[in-house]
């Protein structure tokens, strides 16, 4: 019985590789320096997978920024802009593409599916002239050879790769990036033939876009695709790996009857519905590569009921032909559970991250073949048993709370209009209401001491006051600019997530636990294990002390259960929708509690909500309808007097209008600056919106400060579509990533653009 691993961590598991790269963009390391760092990682992890036993071990799954980009480097698919003048691409031109220069700006990234990688997004047109440009996938299979490993090297397969492109500037939307196939092929036989020469045996494509909502004439291009590669492939076992969810019956069809391939994978963590289409038939003599292990999550695997889906498979398509695999690639879930020295003994024992995978899918391999390691198999179920058992686990008073919410809606007893009116007398707010998204400057200070607070070198004492301090200063610049409704900036946060997870039992936080998010940046998501419950108060003490400050309202700060759950390592034994319930209840009660505490203006962030929607629209529905209930759980109980604002940070949610009109908040602060029309043109089309709303006036993701006409322009467009009264006046996104220099006089100007607006409006009336 073989394993076989479909791709692994880049980044090393002490990050070995971002530290790697960033010296070198620096400019405080050579090339050679990075390369030998990269070659290192990459022996390391081929060797780690041969000595586990693995059979078919992948190589090209390594990159310096990102596999789609790696590809588009192969195919000579340089942007104009980069001034490539041909040859092998290298760092230059690379890293151009990735992250701009000093004259060009980088191409664009995107969310990889529904992961929180990110890829760069090819710029396709009619006019593109393809040539085999990097020979990186056949110069990883050599060097791997030449450690004495045969690997299989993984490209990504063409159809995915044209459909993830974009087409670039000038060239019409509409054109068909598909119709590049024919000039494609030509550079994949090039490497293809290369591989062989070199002595592959096998070659992997990953078409994830098989799990996706295809019509027919996409679905065709596959069969065109691979019948096309097929004598160039001859001689070679060719898989197609698909992951990240089921395999729609129609992608199935046309995936197993592709001519000239050898092996299919498919993600049996997120597709359990795949099975049964195995089950109904699968090509006799081609292998299945079942991906039993999950390469999403971080926690080790039931092999006693992975063996058992595996038995199953193997009757059916005969022992020979079953290969044991992960249901995707292990980029997406943290490197090696080694490092974690402090985590608690028995939790760590309920884990395994990408090294304790390889094992995983090893030892499930040997237990098929009748080689069943026994004490790793009882280690697992013991490990298996006490997760299911652990009272660290359950809390079933949280059970039953959120049990008993199911079924029965929740919101708040009037509607958005009068609600509005009640707050305003409260507040007696100008029209255009200016204010800020919540974090302000997070200086190199502000970072020493929370820093050092956490290794206990000052004291509490020391530490409060330091906050304190800076609570006063930003609450003192916000009354300067003359804002309405002010923020206490955040200070005391590192991360919106992990300020609350740390907070909040049922998390536990790794020192390594580290995921590729994009190039060199990683992230580090919080393990939710348990049931979720708020012990006691969470910002009450920071919010009320900020609100002291000021006359004027003073923001509460929350994140919300959506975006706590969707940036979180996740329960699998127990339904998504249920620890988001789970945490929903926690942040009630922490709404509650600032309620209480004479907090009036209470914004709940959900800047990840969009981000958790299913790959497939079928699934849509259902996704929104728990994930908007558990937000309007959170606030159904305050009083009227009382404003709860939301903020996302992405304005491309033109299909997804109306989940956001039934969060039913009272202001909702957005994304808008980098992408205007888009989002105002759903009002333009005729969304009735009455809520209050804050479509951002300015980008903060640039250092660049916008003028005070520049942003009453903007605020001109938006009052174009949106009734004076209902707008807000704001930045895009939250300042901390900004500097004071930036902060100060930006914000100048927006709070002198929505006065001139003021005046003009009342001199109009
Ligand atoms: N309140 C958060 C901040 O201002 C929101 C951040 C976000 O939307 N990502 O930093
Ligand atoms: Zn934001």
Known sequence: MASHVVGYPRMGPKRELKFALESFWDGKSSAEELQKVSADLRSSIWKQMSEAGIKYIPSNTFSYYDHVLDTTAMLGAVPDRYNWNGGEIGFDTFFSMARGNATVPAMEMTKWFDTNYHYIVPELGPHVKFSYASHKAVNEYKEAKGLGVDTVPVLVGPVSYLLLSKPSKG?????????????????????????????????????????MDLDSHKLQAFTEAYSELESTLSGLSVLIESYFADIPAEAYKTLTGLKGVTAFGFDLIRGTKTLDLIKGGFPEGKYLFAGVVDGRNIWANDLVGSLTILNELESLVGKDKLVVSTSCSLLHTAVDLVNEIKLDKEIKSWLAFAAQKVVEVDALAKALAGHKDEAFFSANAAAQASRKSSPRVTNEAVQKAAAALKGSDHRRATNVSARLDTQQKKLNLPILPT?????????????????????????EEEYVNAIKEEISKVVKIQEDLDIDVLVHGEPERNDMVEYFGEQLSGFAFTANGWVQSYGSRCVKPPIIYGDVSRPKAMTVFWSSMAQSMTARPMKGMLTGPVTILNWS??????????????????????????????????????AALREGLPLRKAEHAFYLDWAVHSFRITNCGVQDTCQIHTHMCYSNFNDIIHSIIDMDADVITIENSRSDEKLLSVFREGVKYGAGIGPGVYDIHSPRIPSTEEIADRINKMLAVLETNILWVNPDCGLKTRKYTEV???????VAAAKLLRTQLASAK
């Open 744 to 750: 100060k006089p930006a914000l100048q100007n927006m």
């Open 171 to 211: 060239v019409e939307k509409t054109f068909s990036l598909l119709s590049l196939l024919p000039k494609i092929l030509p550079i994949y036989k090039e490497v293809i033939s290369e591989l062989k020469a070199a002595g592959a045996s096998w070659i992997q494509f990953d078409e994830p876009m098989l799990v």
């Open 435 to 459: 204010t800020t998204i919540g974090s302000f400057p997070q200086t190199m200070a502000l970072r020493k001491v929370r820093r050092e607070y956490k290794a206990k070198k000052v004291t």
């Open 569 to 606: 390592f996740v329960r699998n034994d127990q339904p998504r929708f249920e620890t988001c319930y789970q945490i929903a209840l926690a942040i009630k009660d922490e709404v509650e509690d600032l309620e209480k505490a004479g907090i009036n203006v209470i914004q709940i962030d959900e």
